[in-house]
């Protein structure tokens, strides 16, 4: 390697790029001043009417935008159209019938198993309270109790007097009047010194609970040790639980989903114990004091159950976050406080949290680099000269990320411009071309480019790929440094800005084997309550662009070479996950994908032995994953639908 040469050529690299950095902080600051002086201006304050006309269509315009366009918006529509006749099945036609009541009310829990409810209350309206109160008193089982702390103001002694009543009729509830408001974490603070419960279960005053939520609770720490348990739900306006807004249908546990953002939520029961030696909220995280205390206690937990049922309703009004997070601007900051706080429990330090398109309190969490590790990129090649150049040519040219080798492995082109470019890469010295001679099966490829690799890391990535971020490595590195992840992926687009891959879903697809979920979506568009947005943790990640540590790959034997062309990837992601640790999908590595350029697809019916191999493939996958498949995937949700990647409702079983 000629290190002069390399060391110029990086430096000229390095150089572009900070001109470059240079040239938009000046245009920034240019921009800033002539908006200062424009805001000044009598033609400024006099059009205020209309730019708040206009302001009104920009957020049209923006809702369009996170659909993804005019497409996306359409999508929508049929989605909301098919999603119509399921919704209900989640509302009040979820609850118990006379029989049900029955079954659920002679359950029989041990006697100390009681789920303190805490509420804390402040100048709540009349309704709400009242609403809140009778959905904790028509539960179907009563080991429960409801604990209630009152700073509402002398303007509203209705709480008091109501409160009051409720307690005297039933020695479960109680109440205590206090004699100034301390906030939402004083308050319920206040509630726990009320509460007697072996659990403690957080309701806000103003939403409802569904009449079979502690018996589902109890059943979840009976029959499974559940020390933390959490629930499906809803938002809904006015008083009808049945006017939903959004459905909230949320995977199991998932560690790098809940430090991005609070998918967890309502409504959290959990074991007193773990209170042991911390708070339950802490003033100083007031906004998003439920955040913390539910990333404080789930790391502390054994046995985090979530059930998946819509079990918790929220009200949303012009005060709530359910309505509008501006409503509470300082929980913006609280949760970044919160996740900054859970990050450097953790170990982490150096990190970056920024908010997301998806939502201000929804973060985007940037790891700072161990170290600049040695990345081995593999990538499997035959013929396809276009295909390769434009690939390698937006590795070399764009990524930020210096100590890497490319592994192209070769086997068996005929064309004479793949052998004049191989020829032309002599002269790349973090190329390496080899050579592997026989029929082409995709594991065997990569497993053959592995055995060459000297780097401590692998990326796996298809010829047909090309780098759009220019911080691709480092965003896939500083999730595979981490020693509790196995496999990280990428957001990979079509050439029209589609998505091609944003995560894998177990059981997704016709063949009921493994499914890119969002497929198709436009690039613009959010996902699924954002998902297209965070990083958090899948099942599988496509091996068209996976980072794993490459003793993670040799200990595992790298893919299975049964699974010649399909599956491998899904399957090597299982097997990382059978030894406990995390896959990844990471939305802001992005790469395009012109899938299947090299070799045709594997399900277009055109070729008939691509198809049976295809089919004995995804038959293999089902007998081998028999039970995985049957349990569902952990981080999908049993409320979706499996017949389409778009997250919309499907029929429960």
Known sequence: MDYEKEYLREKQKNTALQCQLAESRAETERVKEELKKTKSTLSWKVTRPFRGACKITARTFKRIKNLGGPRGFAIKARQKMTDARLRGMHGKKSFPDEAKRAEEAAAVFPEDLVISILVPLYNTPEKFL????????????????????????????????????????????LYRKLEKNLQISGNTNMCLE???????????????????VIYEYCRAITEQGADYIYCDESTFSGDDIDNF?????????????????????????FKRSLLEGTELFRSKYDGSQDHDMILRLTALARKVVHV????????????????????????????????????????????????????????????????????????????????????????????TYENYEILVIENNSTEDSIFAYYKELEAEPRVRILNYKWDFNYSAVNNFGAKEATGEYLLLL????????LNWMEELLMFAQRPDVGAVGAKLYYPDHSIQHAGIVLGLGAHRTAGHVFYRFDGENLGY?????????????????????????????????????????VDFCLRLRQKGLLNIFNPYCELYHYESASRGSDVDGKNAAKQQRYEEECKLFRERWKEVLEAGDPYYNRNLTLD?????LGVRE
């Open 245 to 269: 807004i959004t459905l909230h249908f949320k995977p199991d546990f998932a560690i790098d989903n809940l430090r991005a953002n609070n998918y967890i939520c309502h409504f959290s029961v």
């Open 529 to 569: 309550m954002g998902k297209l947005w965070y990083q958090q943790n899948m099942s599988a990640v496509t091996g068209a662009c996976l980072m794993v540590k490459k003793s993670l790959y040799d200990e595992l034997g790298g893919l299975d070479e049964d699974f010649r062309i399909a599956l491998n990837d």
């Open 462 to 469: 298809n010829n047909d790929t090309e780098v759009i971020a």
């Open 194 to 212: 009320m509460a007697t419960g072996s659990y403690i279960g957080l309701l806000d005053h103003d939403d409802l609970l569904h009449p079979s």
């Open 308 to 399: 998946p049922r819509i079990l918790y309703y929220w009200r949303s009004h012009e005060a709530s976050v359910a309505s509008d997070i501006s409503a509470k601007p300082y929980a913006i900051e609280a949760a970044r406080g919160a996740v900054s706080d859970a990050l450097e429990k953790a170990g982490f330090h150096d990190f970056e949290l920024e908010s997301t398109r998806a939502f201000e309190t929804i973060f985007r969490i940037k790891y700072a680099l161990e170290k600049e590790a040695k990345i081995s990129i593999l990538i499997p090649n035959c013929n396809h000269e276009k295909d390769l150049r434009r690939c390698i040519s937006s590795i070399l040219q764009r990524s």
């Open 130 to 173: 009242k609403d809140m109160v009778e959905s904790v008193k028509n539960q179907t089982c009563g080991h429960w109790q409801l604990c209630l702390a009152d700073g509402s103001d002398d303007a509203h002694a209705y709480v008091g007097a109501y409160c009051r009543a409720e307690s005297a009729a039933d020695p479960r509830i």
């Open 644 to 648: 389409r990647s778009d997250c919309s």
